[in-house]
T-cell receptor, first 115, second 112 residues
Framework: DAGVIQSPRHEVTEMGQEVTLRCKPI?????LFWYRQTMMRGLELLIY????????DSGMPEDRFSAKMPNASFSTLKIQPSEPRDSAVYFC?????????????FGSGTRLTVV | GEDVEQSLFLSVREGDSSVINCTYT??????LYWYKQEPGAGLQLLTY?????DMKQDQRLTVLLNKKDKHLSLRIADTQTGDSAIYFC????????????FGTGTRLQVFP
């Protein structure tokens, strides 16, 4: 398995533009998580899905953020309109149903810069 | 609520042992994890320990768990420059079996 795949690796956009981040989880994993990492706030859980259904989106900062999981192999995180304070590294992670010793498998992240 | 805390920085000499500490507040935690994040990369699961264990050893890594004090540590023997990274501890509990609670991360710097 190629692991969790995120695209793009880097994104630079102007303030006010729409940004879409993409994630392909590991096949067979039932949970998908979106995290944001910044120096100031560390690693923040934004939203997670179970069997493609959003379970907890309490970490989504504002209505400008939205996430979808149309099928088991694809998820998107959209920011519209983007702002400079959204600049961060966004990680997607997936896991099996039971945590146990599996933990999460993380993607390599998307570094977003909003200018 | 749940809280996982770590010191921010640790600097060690190559060849010495490193000990990274973590405290957590959820007494019902079932699994505790250590993740490693290298520059420009995602988090990678290093090791984990089940809450009914006191210690787990995996090659150069030793995890110690003091459940009474809610204290977790990761010891890296014979630390190498390639061990320089950010180390995160995380916990899962029945109250949050779907998600992990991560600490703030400890940046380990290894100097020659």
């Amino acid at each position: 398995d190629a692991g969790v795949i995120q695209s793009p690796r880097h994104e630079v956009t102007e303030m006010g533009q729409e940004v879409t981040l993409r994630c392909k989880p590991i096949s067979g994993h039932d949970y998908l998580f979106w995290y944001r990492q910044t120096m100031m706030r560390g690693l923040e859980l934004l939203i997670y899905f179970n069997n493609n259904v959003p379970i907890d989106d309490s970490g989504m900062p504002e209505d400008r953020f939205s996430a979808k999981m149309p099928n088991a192999s694809f998820s998107t995180l959209k920011i519209q309109p983007s702002e400079p304070r959204d600049s961060a590294v966004y990680f997607c992670a997936s896991s099996l149903v039971r945590q146990g010793g599996y933990g999460y498998t993380f993607g390599s992240g998307t570094r977003l810069t909003v200018v | 609520g749940e809280d996982v805390e770590q010191s921010l920085f640790l600097s060690v000499r190559e060849g010495d042992s490193s000990v990274i500490n973590c405290t957590y507040t959820d007494s019902s935690s079932t699994y505790l994890y250590w993740y490693k994040q290298e520059p420009g990369a995602g988090l990678q699961l290093l090791t984990y320990i089940f809450s009914n264990m006191d210690m787990k050893q995996d090659q150069r890594l030793t995890v110690l768990l003091n459940k009474k004090d809610k204290h977790l540590s990761l010891r890296i023997a014979d630390t190498q420059t390639g061990d320089s990274a950010i180390y995160f501890c995380a916990e899962s509990s029945p109250r949050n079996t779907d998600k992990l609670i991560f600490g703030t991360g400890t940046r380990l710097q290894v100097f020659p």
